[in-house]
């Protein structure tokens, strides 16, 4: 079946502007996660879901940094005021439920200049 | 003390050659565990899930030890393609912790 996607690929912003990234999970994952990853660097966890309530916001790095999930399905990750340092791939996962193995989504770009 | 760890490497080994990675954990609570790969500017992506019976696929087996809290992952007959950076994942309550990876470079 379709995996986990996400759009766009890639994104390029100058500083300042807000972006929005999408991301689809596999179809009936109740739960879903937002990551980043700078090169060479480990995952950093930014926000998990269930369903469309997020419990855990603990890795949103600042008030700039904002997620939803409508329909138990899609989410966008929005930044706004967008800075160089957010420059990074963002990685959506989702799973079956909170403790079974995630699938990732192949990641937006994110290119802030 | 961080959640989960690992090695970095990098392990340089010959093609056949058998490699282990272990990573340790903190928490003692910790329910599930997990091997991914991730190949260079690509996502993470699942190898397998592990057991406290220990499991295998092929070539590569899994272990966790919760008296010494790690689990291992041993690669056997090493391929090329077994190049990447190897992440452990650990779930502890609510949150799943990665580790920062140990990269693998399987030489001619």
């Known amino acids: 079946g379709a995996g986990v996607s996400q759009s766009p690929s890639n994104k390029v912003t100058e500083k300042g502007k807000d972006v929005e990234l999408r991301c689809d999970p596999i179809?009936?994952?109740?739960?879903l996660y937002w990551y980043r990853q700078s090169l060479g660097q480990g995952l950093e966890f930014l926000i998990y879901?269930?369903?469309?309530?997020?419990?855990?916001k603990s890795g949103l790095p600042s008030d700039r940094f904002s997620a939803e999930r409508t329909g138990g399905s899609v989410s966008t990750l929005t930044i706004q005021r967008t800075q160089q340092e957010d420059s990074a791939v963002y990685l959506c996962?989702?799973?079956?439920?909170?403790?079974?193995?995630?699938?990732f989504g192949p990641g937006t770009r994110l290119t802030v200049t | 003390r961080k959640e989960v760890e690992q090695d970095p490497g990098p392990f340089n080994v010959p093609e056949g050659a058998t490699v282990a990675f272990n990573c340790t954990y903190s928490n003692s609570a910790s329910q599930s565990f997990f091997w991914y790969r991730q190949d260079c500017r690509k996502e993470p992506k699942l190898l397998m899930s592990v057991y406290s019976s220990g499991n295998e696929d092929g070539r590569f087996t899994a272990q966790l030890n919760r008296a010494s809290q790690y689990i291992s992952l041993l690669i056997r007959d090493s391929k090329l393609s077994d190049s990447a950076t190897y992440l452990c994942?650990?779930?502890?309550?609510?949150?799943?912790?990665f580790g920062t990876g140990t990269s693998l470079t399987v030489i001619p």
């Open positions: 996962a989702s799973s079956r439920t909170r403790d079974y193995e995630q699938y």
């Open positions: 879901f269930q369903g469309n309530s997020a419990p855990d």
């Open positions: 179809s009936g994952h109740t739960a």
């Open positions: 994942v650990v779930n502890s309550g609510n949150q799943f912790y």
